[in-house]
């Protein structure tokens, strides 16, 4: 019969299992993104899928046709042996081919498929610094960062303030406003959309950045509002009622006392609502037509547009802009556990 250290052993050991296998599910699209940032129009595509780019290898033919011109390699068979030939030129329905090591060497033979070309490994690394060029993405950024710092902010002030007076303040009609409020969870995005859109295309707001940061003022998000609320309950009545002795009142509470204890909570809801408003795209979309305006989302989009046959710039792209919240994720992360987390001070 097992012992308890043997089933213990064995879970752990299953649950490790698992987690490794979810853990290389997540990854693998980011690693193969990655890969194929690294890749160009040339890329040679397999099956099963490569992850590290593989391309038709070129060369440099010293003292033969146009200097620094590249030409691709090709396995071509002459008389029954196998040689790595540059194709340079057509004659009638034959290929010409040249030895790279030895260009007096020249060949006519049957034209190459695509499968005979000599693979090598190259990451071009170019893809980077050329994306930069080819779309202004530094305004982007700034543009994304202008509308997530106020929203952020107004997303994080406007779920405290009413979460603090649904946790701290007994009212009649309390839970029931809570109710109400929570419902509006369950409402899909697209029913508001266009009353929204109507009330501030008639305010002028239309092609303006006030309707993705006004509306982050009124404690939009139900479910800010319900983590925040959820966490004060758990601290004790103690707390406020020291502060009231010490001549606190309900604000200087909240910002003296309750906050601080709340830490936890607030920076997840900050790194939530920061990671949300930098890949946000569905608003922006409806709202921001002129191309000067444009966030991240939108123009990674537009760039997808232009480049669609790009894979290489494409991926480049992209990588660029998932660094900043994957750092972000990488610094905090422990807030995003320990704000997830509803518990109160002992003692």
Same mark, same amino acid.
């Given at each position: 019969m097992r012992t308890k250290q043997e089933l213990e052993r064995r879970r752990k050991t299953i649950a490790t299992i698992i987690l490794a296998?979810?853990?290389v599910a997540v990854i693998y699209p980011v690693i193969s993104m990655a890969c194929s940032s690294l890749s160009s129009?040339?890329?040679?595509?397999?099956?099963?899928?490569?992850?590290?780019?593989?391309?038709?290898?070129?060369?440099?033919?010293?003292?033969?046709?146009?200097?620094?011109?590249?030409?691709?390699?090709?396995?071509?068979?002459?008389?029954?042996e196998v040689k790595q030939l540059a194709y340079v030129d057509k004659e009638d329905k034959l290929w010409k081919y040249v030895n790279?090591?030895?260009?007096?060497?020249?060949?006519?033979?049957?034209?190459?498929?695509?499968?005979?070309?000599?693979?090598?490994?190259?990451f071009n690394w170019a893809n980077?610094?050329? /994306?930069?060029?080819?779309?202004?993405?530094?305004?982007?950024?700034?543009?994304?960062? +202008?509308?997530?710092?106020?929203?952020? +902010?107004? /997303?994080?002030?406007?779920?405290?303030?009413?979460?603090y007076g649904f946790a701290r303040f007994p009212f009649k009609g309390r839970n029931t406003l809570f109710i109400i409020l929570l419902a509006t969870m369950m409402l899909p995005e697209q029913v508001s959309l266009i009353p929204s859109f109507l009330i501030y295309k008639w305010l002028g707001w239309y092609n303006t950045y006030l309707p993705l940061t006004v509306a982050s003022f009124f404690a939009s998000s139900a479910w800010n509002v319900f983590l925040i609320r959820q966490f004060m309950m758990g601290l004790p009545v103690e707390l406020d009622e020291a502060a009231k002795m010490d001549g606190c009142g309900p604000f200087r509470n909240l910002f003296y006392v309750i906050i601080p204890q709340s830490?936890?909570?607030?920076?997840?809801?900050?790194?939530?609502? *920061?990671?949300?408003?930098?890949?946000?795209?569905?608003?922006?979309?409806?709202?921001?037509?002129?191309?000067?305006?444009?966030?991240?989302?939108?123009?990674?989009?537009?760039?997808? *547009?232009?480049?669609?046959?790009?894979?290489?710039?494409?991926? *480049? /792209?992209?990588?660029?802009?998932?660094?900043?919240?994957?750092?972000?994720? +990488? +610094?905090?992360?422990?807030?995003?556990?320990?704000?997830?987390?509803?518990?109160?001070?002992?003692?």
């Open positions: 296998i979810c853990g129009k040339t890329v040679i595509k397999t099956q099963p899928a490569s992850l590290v780019p593989i391309e038709g290898k070129q060369v440099t033919i010293d003292g033969y046709g146009v200097k620094g011109k590249k030409y691709f390699l090709y396995n071509v068979e002459i008389d029954g790279p090591d030895n260009p007096s060497e020249e060949y006519l033979a049957a034209p190459a498929t695509p499968d005979d070309r000599v693979r090598t490994i190259r980077y610094p050329e /994306a930069l060029k080819k779309a202004d993405f530094l305004k982007y950024i700034k543009n994304t960062l +202008f509308i997530l710092v106020i929203s952020t +902010f107004g /997303a994080v002030l406007s779920s405290t303030l009413v979460a830490s936890a909570v607030l920076i997840t809801i900050t790194l939530n609502t *920061a990671i949300y408003w930098w890949n946000e795209y569905f608003y922006s979309l409806v709202y921001i037509q002129d191309r000067e305006l444009y966030t991240v989302s939108l123009g990674l989009q537009s760039f997808d *547009a232009l480049y669609f046959n790009n894979s290489g710039i494409k991926g *480049a /792209a992209t990588m660029m802009m998932l660094v900043p919240p994957v750092i972000l994720f +990488f +610094f905090f992360q422990r807030y995003f556990i320990q704000g997830t987390v509803v518990s109160g001070v002992k003692g």
